[in-house]
């Protein structure tokens, strides 16, 4: 597994990156890890982001800093996992707002990584399923994520994906039950889409990264909507944390409105707050 450390403290840097190392060793993975000390270096190495699984970013950089940075990085590279480090909790809500998949604090990585790693693979594991269709081409095997949405045409479903268009005759309703839990959501009554490559959702029409706009039924929107809110990471927020005796944590979550949610323990490394999946 390819990974970046972007963070333009060394020290830094090498903590996490012994802590990863560790980790692998333990867990018996091969990880290539490569650092940067900046988020204009990292934005420049196009070839390092194409081969990359994870990638860990400091937000307190100088220059440019990890949350612009993050956002450049998803906005070219949207299925690119990325965990943002920093040493103040305030800048937890941030994260979701690049997309990003995991918040740690760098005064408790050593507690908090086992974890964070845990389940990144698994997530990164699902993402990479592979799936086996007969197509109008013939028999192809792609990945889950490498699937852009499948769109209704005439008698046949048209799958847009990272490796060209494939056809196939199967109901779109099949095919979203096939897709269920795999981050797809379906859109219209002729899209089913890859909630990973969607940039924003307003106005009734969906936009994807790569400049497709899908129209979204006036009667499906706020359900569209939830879905996606619950993919970027809404249902199931993890931030790690080592709190002072008695410091109470509030965090405000915006799911269908705003809801406030306090924690308070005496001292607590993880913060879990978990909402049910959404249901079709």
């Known amino acids: 597994m390819n990974i970046i450390i972007c963070d333009d403290r060394i020290d830094d840097r090498k903590n ?3 802590l990863l190392s560790d980790y692998g060793e333990k867990k018996n993975y091969e990880f290539a890890i490569t650092e940067y000390e900046s988020g204009e270096q990292l934005c420049e190495e196009q070839s390092a982001l ?14 440019m800093d990890g949350l612009k940075t993050a956002m450049r990085i998803k906005e070219k590279y949207p299925k690119l996992l990325v965990v943002l480090v920093t040493a103040y909790m305030n800048y937890a809500l941030d994260g979701y707002k690049v997309k990003a998949s995991r918040f740690l604090l760098k005064d408790n990585l050593a507690d908090t990584i086992e974890e964070c790693m845990d389940d990144l693979i698994a997530e990164i594991n699902k ?13 192809i095997k792609l990945y889950a994520d490498d699937i852009i949405y499948i769109e209704t045409e005439l008698h046949k479903n048209v799958f847009y994906t990272e490796k060209g ?45 790569t400049g497709k706009k899908i129209p979204v039924p006036k009667a499906r929107y706020a359900q569209v909507k939830r879905e996606y809110m619950l993919y970027k990471g809404e249902e199931r927020i993890k931030i790690a944390v080592l709190t002072e005796q008695n410091q109470k944590i509030v965090l405000q979550i915006i799911r269908t409105g705003k809801k406030s949610m306090s924690v308070s323990e005496e001292k607590c490394t993880i913060i879990k707050i978990s909402f049910p999946q959404s249901r079709r």
Do not use: P, W
């Open 165 to 209: 268009t494939f056809q196939i005759y199967k109901k779109l309703d099949e095919l979203e039950n096939e897709f269920n839990d795999m981050g797809f959501v379906r859109a219209h009554l002729s899209f089913l889409v890859n909630m990973r490559y969607i940039t924003k959702i307003s106005g009734y029409v969906m936009t994807l990264t």
């Open 50 to 63: 194409e081969a990359c699984q994870l990638l860990f970013l400091d937000i307190n950089m100088q220059g």
């Open 127 to 139: 993402n990479r399923r592979i799936l086996e269709f007969r197509f109008v081409e013939g028999t």
């Open 16 to 18: 996490l990156s012994d």
